[in-house]
């Protein structure tokens, strides 16, 4: 791992104060989709911070490339994640986005995703778009585990600039199959 990436984890982790809690379900480099809430910018880089160095080395997180692709320091955090940016401009049946991750997976890494597509503004969750659904029917053997991500959203609301340190919660709960 690079040393920007050291730092970002220890920013993450001293924003979010994080604790995170594995419910029936162990750290492991097999692949996974880990599937989370999503109420902040910070979701994607605390999720991925809060996973063992093994792990996170072979975990990318999946964001939107009009937001990520946007200035150099988007761009860097990124790049040092390893981050699938995928277009949501332009997303069409010939260049499905879920044909992006399986392809960028291979049979090496696993993801970080948020079905809801967009940052919620409250507790609630949104609903979830279909590609969490089409990426485990397209790839069976990957293990779904789903993700709570708790008060990130009061640590950086939409539309602020500065986060306020709080302590959240990272939930991992049981690995699922789409049979």
């Known amino acids: 791992m690079s040393l920007t990436s050291n730092v970002l984890v220890l920013i993450a982790k001293f924003l979010s104060g ?7 379900c162990q750290p492991d480099t097999c692949q996974r989709v880990y599937f989370a809430n999503h109420t902040s910018h910070l979701d994607a880089l605390v999720m991925w911070s809060s996973l063992p160095k093994a792990v996170r080395a072979l975990t990318r997180p999946v964001a939107a490339k009009d937001y990520w692709d946007q200035g150099i320091i988007r761009r860097h955090i990124a790049k040092t994640f390893n981050a699938l940016l995928i277009d949501r401009k332009k997303i069409k049946v010939h260049r499905s986005p879920v044909d992006l991750m399986i392809n960028e997976i291979g049979d090496r890494y696993s993801l970080i995703v948020f079905p809801e597509g967009q940052r919620q503004t409250g507790e609630d969750m949104g ?48 690995p699922m199959w789409l049979e």
């Open 18 to 24: 994080s604790s995170v809690r594995w419910i029936d």
């Open 127 to 174: 609903e979830f778009k279909s590609g969490l659904y089409y990426l485990g029917k397209k790839r069976p053997d990957l293990e779904l585990v789903p993700v709570y991500i708790d008060n990130l959203n009061r640590i950086l609301p939409r539309g602020e600039v500065l986060p306020v340190p709080l302590l959240s919660c990272i939930t991992i709960g049981p």
